[in-house]
């Protein structure tokens, strides 16, 4: 939440200045923010403005407005307008003649109607109509009206305020695999709280078939202290750390397991058996991690590349790395991507050698060399996702203000961006390593259950785009 301020003439007008028949007009349109504001100040939570479902499902077919939000208007114009600053509501009378739904512009005007001057109060007919010139409220107000003037210039602040509901984002990521066969997927050594919690309620959200892999003991132990319910979920067990990593990975290549998820072990544990020449996933791609973002102040997506696996990546690397992401959002239904390779500037420096190696994976773009994205960099991180910040410095690219794969010089500046992201930008977060033979949830140990969740959504997709590659 920030605040605009701006410079405005205020005038009202005094009881002695009123004239029957004189009027003001306030007009507004009714956005989606503007209910959840209501409800969050009411703490009316009225299912008709609140639950888009049950709203669909009612007489109306649509969200409707709280009555009392075109209500809120006509004090305002009292207030603010006519008679202005000053003014003090006595009494109301309101009629509802008419839902307001989302998007309807309303246009509220208020009219002098009778003056009493022994109490120096005013009548006024209130009459809110919609864009179609419809009334959907009539009614009067009594106010008390101002006798002192007010005419001045005046710095108005006025706080911009958002509604964020992390977990209605949850709940959307969670209908990315609604109606999809849950995937089976070897946890390793889910030997703590979050560890366990999250492929098991993965496993209750119908998004995967767990296999719990480590010391059974333990496991229950956990399951029993936190009151997880482990009633369907199958254990196998592992003497400990490395021996889970060691057997969740051949049930990946035995085909017993078509995901693999890391659990409350160290990540080199787990990937020195994924690496492993003899025993290992590898492919002939270079495995890569991505962070998927849901950030509440970006319109869309973010895959952010590589955080948690390359440290220093090489140009021939980076290739890979892009390709592995471009593939990841293609899964999850971007059909072309913007991607946008980041450094410090958007400018080639030669002494800068992230600025290099994003000029040449543009042009290895432009040969086919990287495919089903469009690239552009360098870019900075405030022109891949600001026009504004974009324009201002002259950049003219499809790319820069709208990316959504941002491909980072290295793990430590990705790794910061997206951290930065999640903790201070309140950031809906899940993680994947791609490059390997199955799809792998690789999240820190401080990770929480809703975000091991969301990285097995992820998951599932991938496994699932990977069935239908393998029919092909």
Request: charged share 20%; glycine share 6%; proline share 5%.
């Amino acid at each position: 939440m920030h605040e605009e301020s701006e410079q405005r003439y205020v005038v009202n007008k005094t009881y002695d200045e009123i004239k029957v028949g004189d009027f003001a007009s306030l007009t507004r349109t009714l956005m989606p923010e503007d209910v959840k504001l209501f409800a969050v100040l009411t703490g009316d939570f009225n299912a008709g403005a609140n639950d888009p479902q049950y709203a669909e499902s009612g007489m109306f077919r649509e969200v409707m407005a709280h009555g009392m939000w075109s209500g809120s208007l006509i004090s305002t114009v009292l207030g603010t307008r006519f008679p202005g600053p000053g003014t003090i509501l006595v009494d109301s009378s309101l009629h509802f003649a008419r839902p307001v739904t989302i998007g309807d512009t309303i246009t509220i005007t208020v009219t002098a109607k009778q003056k009493f001057d022994h109490n120096k109060h005013v009548i006024l007919d209130c009459v809110c109509t919609n864009q179609e010139n419809l009334q959907v409220v009539r009614g009067t107000a009594e106010v008390l009206a101002p006798t002192e003037k007010v005419s001045h210039m005046a710095e108005v602040h006025r706080p911009q305020v958002s509604i964020d509901n992390k977990h209605e984002r949850y709940q959307q990521m969670l209908g990315m695999v609604k109606g999809l066969e849950p995937i089976p997927t070897a946890v390793a050594h889910p030997c703590d709280k979050e560890s366990l919690k999250g492929p098991v309620i993965a496993f209750q959200e119908g998004i995967i078939e767990p296999i719990l892999v480590g010391p059974e003991s333990k496991i229950r132990s956990v399951a029993e202290e936190f009151g997880i319910d482990l009633h369907g979920i199958r254990i196998v067990n592992a003497r400990h750390s490395h021996d889970s990593a060691a057997i969740s990975v051949s049930l990946v290549r035995t085909g017993d397991a078509e995901a693999l998820m890391k659990g409350s072990l160290h990540t080199d544990e787990l990937m020195g058996e994924v690496v492993s020449r003899a025993n290992g996933l590898r492919t002939s791609r270079r495995i890569s991690h991505v962070f998927l973002m849901n950030v509440p102040t970006y319109h869309r997506p973010l895959l952010i590349t590589d955080a948690a696996i390359n440290i220093a990546p090489t140009l021939a690397e980076k290739v890979d790395i892009i390709q592995n992401a471009i593939e990841l959002a293609h899964v999850i239904g971007i059909p072309e991507p913007k991607v946008a390779i980041l450094s410090a500037v958007e400018t080639v420096n030669p002494k800068i050698q992230s600025t290099l190696d994003a000029a040449a994976l543009c042009k290895m773009a432009d040969r086919g060399q990287i495919t089903g994205g469009i690239l552009d960099g360098p870019l900075a991180f405030d022109n891949a996702v600001s026009i504004i910040a974009a324009k201002t410095k002259g950049i003219k690219s499809a790319v820069a203000g709208h990316a959504e794969i941002l491909v980072v010089p290295d793990l430590e500046s990705g790794n910061m961006v997206a951290k930065q992201l999640e903790y201070l930008a309140n950031a809906l977060t899940a993680g994947i390593v791609l490059g390997t033979r199955v799809p792998i949830v690789l999240t820190s140990r401080a990770d929480t259950a809703e975000t091991r969740t969301a990285s097995c959504v992820i998951a599932a997709l991938v496994a699932h785009a990977n069935r239908i590659k393998g029919v092909a």
